[in-house]
């Protein structure tokens, strides 16, 4: 059952996020639509402590206490490790081999992976690193980074042809990630192994920067065939887990 007076502290800081110079106690009671009698009880209360601080002005601002709780919960921070039961979760649903992979000079490295003994066996192994322009995980990043960062790994990228699917220039690579832009996920059609099809999705943190990356693989025919299935499992998982790491969408 909710603690309506712990909602209503966990409100005020979310509020103060988004307000570089304070608000006092009748700007929170007025945004909120909290009474100003209570709500300066928690606001001296939260002070007190030093999760607040207040100025001259009586506005109040996030205190020092939250960036050292900040730095703890930083260092115990673990992508793979929270992402092991959603990959689980897609493994057993999907019936294929799922993967978390971050970006790394340019490169994709796979941190986790969930095994399926369904699916055709890939030399993609934790610790292993591959190119971005023809696996899904790379694709991904491409697609849903930054324009800027996106330009500037492309600049850098050399292609090699791993299989007669791979793309093979940075013009026919544009127009891929125009169209996983759109549809919100990234697509690699046997281009990093014969056979292979898979489909990835980006993950966000509360900075609202893509640090990773999920995907499903499996033989082609097989994986085409519940194609819309595994879409919209992938995208479900990689908001939910992206919510998970405080990302947060901001509206329009």
């Excluded at 960036?67 to 979760?89: E, N, W």
Aim: aromatic fraction near 8%.
């Amino acid at each position: 059952m909710a603690v309506k007076s712990a909602e209503r502290v966990l409100r005020i800081f979310e509020l103060l996020e988004s307000s570089s110079d304070g608000l006092t106690n009748k700007d929170i009671s007025e945004r909120l639509n909290y009474a100003p009698s209570s709500t300066i009880a928690l606001l001296q209360t939260m002070a007190e402590n030093g999760y607040l601080i207040a100025d001259e002005q009586k506005k109040y601002s996030l205190g020092g206490k939250l960036v050292s709780l900040g730095a703890v919960a930083a260092s115990r921070f673990d992508i793979g490790r929270m992402a092991t039961p959603y990959l689980k979760h897609l493994m057993q649903t999907l019936g294929e081999t799922c993967f978390l992979g971050v970006l790394s000079q340019g490169e994709i490295v796979y941190i986790a992976k969930e095994n399926c003994e369904r699916t055709i066996n890939t030399n993609a192994q934790i610790g292993s690193r591959k190119p971005v322009y023809c696996t899904g995980l790379g694709k991904a990043f491409l697609s849903f980074l930054p324009p800027e960062e996106s330009r500037d790994i492309m600049n850098g990228l050399d292609f090699k042809a791993f299989t007669e699917n791979t793309v093979r220039n940075k013009e026919e690579l544009r127009k891929q990630l125009q169209e996983f832009r759109l549809q919100g996920y990234a697509i690699d059609d046997q281009e990093i192994e014969e056979g292979l099809w898979c489909l990835a999705v980006p993950v966000y943190d509360g900075y609202h920067r893509m640090v990773a990356a999920i995907s499903v693989s499996g033989p082609k025919a097989r994986m085409i065939d519940k194609k819309e299935l595994i879409a919209g499992e992938m995208l479900k998982a990689g908001k939910t887990l992206s919510r998970e790491l405080g990302y947060q969408k901001e509206e329009k």
